[in-house]
Structures are given as C-alpha cells and as structure tokens.
C-alpha cells in the first residue's frame, strides 16, 4: 500500500496562489488513480481534481476548473495540486489520495490511501 504525506498548505490572500505537493512512498503514483479531495467541518469530503494512473486524463470539480491543475512527477513520485485565483469558499484540509482502480468517479469510499490533510485558508 502507498504512503501519502501532504505539504505546501497555509494562509494567503484571496486571488493568491499556493501549490500543494503529495509524496508517495511505498509504491509508484503511477500505479494508482491520484486524486485531491477537501473538507471543511460538518461537511462531507469533495472531490476536487483526479489523474488518471497513465496521467492521460484529468478531472475537476466545476467549483475549481480554470483555476486548479493537478500533475505528476513520477520522477519524485509526487503528485501536485497548483491552485490560483484562489477564493475566500477554498478554504478546507485538503487530502492526498490513492486508488487502485482505473474509474473511481467522484466517490471518497473508491480510494485506499490518504494523506493526513493539509490546512488551506484563504482570507478575503
């Protein structure tokens, strides 16, 4: 099984940028369907962007398409959320995650590994 560690969270203005990076350890992030999710108290985990284990295909959530792009570096075996224009709504722990399966839709139950979160906040 993989091991994900979260970085790159913080606090920045809105219309600011913050780039989230998501170290694997264990096995390769090509093996596994990546993905972000994030969570604010109260409310259920959401998907925010996803690759696909070739990298070939991408999907974001409407909520950050045009300001959110996820890549890889198998190289370093670490996946990347870059976000910009980033608003004040944001704000959340945001969530590294690891499935085996090639479609894993929307659905947080589809993903074996998690990262333990990293705080974003986003003042206006």
């Known amino acids: 099984q993989v091991q994900l560690v979260e970085s790159g969270g913080g606090l920045v203005q809105a219309g600011g940028s913050l780039r989230l990076s998501c170290a694997a350890s264990g096995r390769t992030v090509s093996s596994y369907t990546m993905a972000w999710f994030r969570q604010i108290p109260g409310k259920e985990r959401e998907s925010v962007a996803r690759?696909?284990?070739?990298?070939?295909?991408?999907y974001y959530a409407d909520s950050v398409k045009g300001r959110f792009t996820i890549s890889r570096d198998s190289a370093k075996n670490t996946v990347y959320l870059q976000m910009t224009s980033l608003k004040p709504e944001d704000t959340a722990v945001y969530y590294c995650a690891a499935s085996i399966a090639a479609y894993t839709g929307n659905n947080p139950n589809a993903y074996d590994s998690w990262g333990q979160g990293t705080q974003v906040t986003v003042s206006s």
């Open positions: 690759i696909s284990r070739n990298g070939g295909n991408t």
